[in-house]
């Protein structure tokens, strides 16, 4: 009958999923582990804005490469705007440009970035002649001061920019700096009067933009700000500066996105525009490789696959796919095992939150606010509220609390209570109501079990859904889920005992 | 461990998952479920069908309606108030007595009116029903407890729970409100469950907290050997709950009353299964016994006589 269907469905399904996975694995080339260092990242600019119905014409600089990084497969998403990539002055620009447009408009650009950690040859390149510097009245008086002190405790060039940039950086009492960039200069600010007094000392310079390659802690966000540097010609070639420490070179994973003081995107014929850059770990070499072999032979599994998402969207995947195992290991702790748990899927959310908080913060921070939570709600029951304002009532005082943990916590010098902002709010205050009413009714220990429940439940989910291993194979091969179905739809028919049932029914199974 | 799972096995202890798939999944259809999880539409289709339930004073189904309260109550001193979806005895409130503006609990502590018109408010805003959604709450008669029962429970109405299977009477037991259920008959609240023999009406031994038990905890009586008194009419009333409702594995849940007799309570879609260790007896034996022969059994009285002639409990025990 029916159970038959199930098991016919059931096979069907792993079928289907089995063997899509394996054709991934052995034709086309998917690796089933992940690699251990990743050297490929995908780089993403986003410009948005509203146009007014005029003619557009968007620029953007794209990035050129260095000896460090290379860049290839860049894409561009035009959606019906003309397209050319010019270069000048050592940088690339991208313009798009239209007849008319209105409305809310989107255009990306996409480059697959690089990593080699050989170093090319030094090529003696052109000096380029300094600017001028500008500088007259009071500032020149300034500038003069301030270079010549740094000078007179400088060795060489080098020496000498670190100490330039150490003195602009903490500006203290040296008037002449106050003078110059003002009481608390942004970093960007920093560079430019840096460039203006180096090509006073007649050193060549220039402001160099980029981004950070490198993960993100938290996966759902993944935009990157963009960072300020300087590079000084020393008569072969620049060499970079980090304007906040003043140590040179800069560190190995700032990518350089374009030279000199324009902002990224220029944008005639339209307004509130937004610039969002995004950069995420490529999928490691071997699956790269599998899924460039794939394009080319035109594989639909390949084209079709998450790989043609947008690189945030990506990012948004990994962690949904997860979800499911983690909703599998819940099935078995309570339909094999008898845990009980507030809510039904609530522990796999907040395994979701222990990603970024770590399991153990984690734990902590949901105890306490929890507890804080039960104690507002036990005073308010004898107030006797109406449910609905109650329950409001419990979530502001929640994120109250949220709040105040992080604040407390980052003036202790943690970055343990920033994280708490990522539980899910609405689940923390269904636990606490859903908690305390059971209390009421049930007793406390009854309390005590489910909370406990919840709390191991979410804690096993982690630790599956954390695995590199597991995401690694959810991400790349999303057809094993289908395997997941089918175990999930058989446990959907499992009439066995519980482990916990043993337990209840033990007065039967004495004698 | 498997020792124990190998011996619950050769009991015939149905267990959740097991009851989940196999019987309420199977044998009772979801339209059906508000038929029983609305204690109003139960009480309606009841007295339909010419059965006895605790009569209803009022129903409160919007919070202006709890200032009418007063006129609702009239010159009553003792009631029940409880939520229409309620489950597991939540939110049920006892009155027993009254003085003016102020109400006595079975359990001797005084709420004012105040209080009564919050735990109102309450139910109809969902604290107490089965998925929160807003509730109704009804205020009916307070069953006066038949004193068979006297010397084995505490405060509190003790209730008979039969599980019917097909229209047949399959497991019984009676509930017995202790110190620590608050007066309330919900095992997992902490009242004693005692087995009945179908056949005869008889008590077994209890079960309290998972545990087999002798003697109430609070009284001392002895749960075993008491005589539930018409236990025929009982077997009857609860197996003929099977043309009223049309669920195929339901909890029929009987009060007797001084007065009224037996008096439907409620009915319950997904009965509980701890009556197995009041019993000392697995259900699946009886279940699949039924399961097989319940085609041959045509009237209400055939299928009484049934559960007489196959579930009685061997004297040796």
Redesign the interface.
């Known amino acids: 009958m029916s159970k038959i269907q199930l098991y016919v469905l059931a096979s069907v399904v792993a079928a289907v999923g089995l063997s899509v996975f394996l054709y991934k694995v052995y034709f086309l080339g998917f690796p089933v582990t992940p690699a251990k260092e990743v050297h490929i990242w995908n780089v993403e600019a986003r410009i948005k804005f509203v146009a007014e119905g005029k003619p557009v014409k968007v620029s953007m600089f794209i990035p050129t490469g260095t000896r460090r990084f290379a860049v290839m497969d860049e894409t561009f998403a035009s959606g019906g705007y003309g397209l050319v990539a010019t270069e000048s002055e050592g940088n690339r620009l991208a313009t798009w440009s239209i007849r008319e447009a209105t409305g809310r408009q989107g255009l990306y650009y996409q480059a697959v970035v690089q990593v080699s950690r050989t170093k090319a040859p030094q090529v003696d390149k052109k000096a380029p002649k300094p600017a001028s510097p500008g500088f007259e009245g009071p500032t020149l008086a300034a500038a003069k001061t301030f270079i010549e002190g740094v000078k007179a405790k400088s060795a060489d060039t080098p020496s000498m920019v670190t100490g330039l940039l150490k003195g602009l950086a903490h500006p203290g009492t040296d008037e002449n700096v106050r003078l110059l960039v003002g009481g608390k200069p942004s970093v960007e600010k920093r560079v430019k009067m840096a460039i203006r007094l180096l090509s006073y000392a007649g050193i060549p310079a220039r402001m160099v933009r980029g981004v950070r390659i490198r993960e993100e802690k938290a996966d759902l966000a993944a935009k990157v700000p963009i960072i300020h540097w300087l590079e000084v010609f020393d008569g072969k070639d620049w060499t970079s500066f980090d304007p906040i420490t003043g140590n040179s070179p800069v560190p190995d994973d700032w990518f350089p996105w374009w030279t000199g003081v324009r902002n990224m995107a220029h944008v005639e014929g339209g307004r509130s525009v937004q610039v969002i850059i995004s950069v995420s770990p490529r999928i490691q070499e071997g699956v790269q490789a599998a899924v460039q072999h794939g394009q080319r032979s035109k594989a639909l599994l390949v084209q079709f696959s998450l790989f043609s998402l947008p690189v945030a969207t990506q990012a948004v995947y990994k962690v949904l796919l997860l979800i499911p195992v983690g909703t599998f290991v819940l099935i078995i702790l309570r339909n094999v095992v008898g845990i009980k748990t507030f809510g039904t899927f609530m522990p796999v959310l907040i395994a979701l939150s222990f990603r970024e908080t770590g399991l153990l913060r984690g734990i902590f921070l949901f105890v306490v606010i929890v507890a804080l939570g039960l104690g507002v709600r036990s005073y308010l029951e004898r107030l006797k509220l109406l449910v609905v304002p109650r329950l409001a009532a419990v979530l502001i005082v929640v994120v109250g609390f949220m709040a105040l943990l992080s604040v407390v916590s980052h003036h202790l010098g943690g970055h343990t209570g920033l994280s708490v902002a990522l539980f899910p709010l609405v689940i923390l205050t269904m636990t606490i109501e859903r908690m305390s009413v059971v209390w009421e009714e049930r007793g406390p220990e009854e309390a005590f079990v489910s909370g406990l429940g919840s709390l191991t439940t979410a804690a096993l989910a982690f630790v599956v859904m954390k695995s590199k291993y597991l995401e690694h194979l959810v991400f790349v091969f999303p057809e094993l889920l289908l395997v997941v179905l089918a175990i999930t739809l058989l446990m959907g028919r499992y009439s066995g005992y519980r482990l916990m049932d043993l337990h209840r029914f033990r007065a039967l199974a004495k004698e | ?1 498997f020792g ?2 190998k ?3 050769e ?1 015939g ?1 149905l ?4 009851r989940n ?2 019987y309420t999944l199977w044998y009772n259809p979801r339209r059906l479920y508000p038929l029983v999880d609305d204690k109003l539409r139960t009480k309606e289709l009841a007295l339909k069908h010419g059965i006895a339930v605790p009569e209803l004073y009022g129903v409160i189904e919007v919070e202006g309606q709890v200032r009418s309260l007063g006129k609702m109550l009239g010159e009553r001193t003792d009631f029940v108030v409880k939520p229409a979806h309620g489950s597991g005895g ?1 939110g049920i409130l006892v009155i027993s007595g009254r003085v003016n503006e102020r109400f006595r609990k079975a359990d001797g502590t005084i709420l004012v009116q ?2 009564l018109e ?1 735990h109102i ?2 139910t109809l ?3 107490y029903s089965l998925g ?1 959604q807003p509730d109704k709450a009804l205020i009916e008669y307070r069953v006066q407890f038949d004193p068979v029962f006297e010397k084995i429970s505490y405060q509190g109405v003790p209730d008979i729970r039969i599980i019917v299977f097909l229209g047949v009477p399959v497991m019984s037991m009676v509930r017995l409100p202790t110190r620590k259920s608050d007066g309330k008959a919900n095992l ?2 902490g009242a004693v469950g005692a087995g009945i023999d179908i056949s005869t009406g008889m008590t077994l031994n209890g ?1 309290w907290d ?3 038990v002798t003697e109430h905890p609070d009284t001392g009586a002895p749960v075993r050997g008491n005589l539930i008194p018409d236990w025929d009419g009982l077997l009857d009333l609860a197996a003929r709950c099977y043309e009223i409702t049309g669920l195929g594995y339901q909890g029929v849940d009987i009060v007797l009353d001084r007065d009224k007799g037996p008096l439907i309570l409620e009915i319950n879609a997904r009965p509980g ?2 009556i ?2 009041a019993n ?1 007896a ?1 259900l699946l034996p009886r279940l699949d016994l039924v399961k097989s022969e319940h085609r041959n059994l045509r009237s209400v009285a055939e299928r009484v006589q049934f559960a007489k002639d196959h579930f009685a409990v061997d004297s040796a025990q």
């Open positions: 461990m124990m799972a011996r619950l096995k009991m202890v267990a959740i998952n097991r798939a196999d939540e105040e209080e919050h408010f309450s805003s969902g604290l929160g997992h609240q079960v998972n545990l087999v299964l701890n197995q260790i000392n697995g």
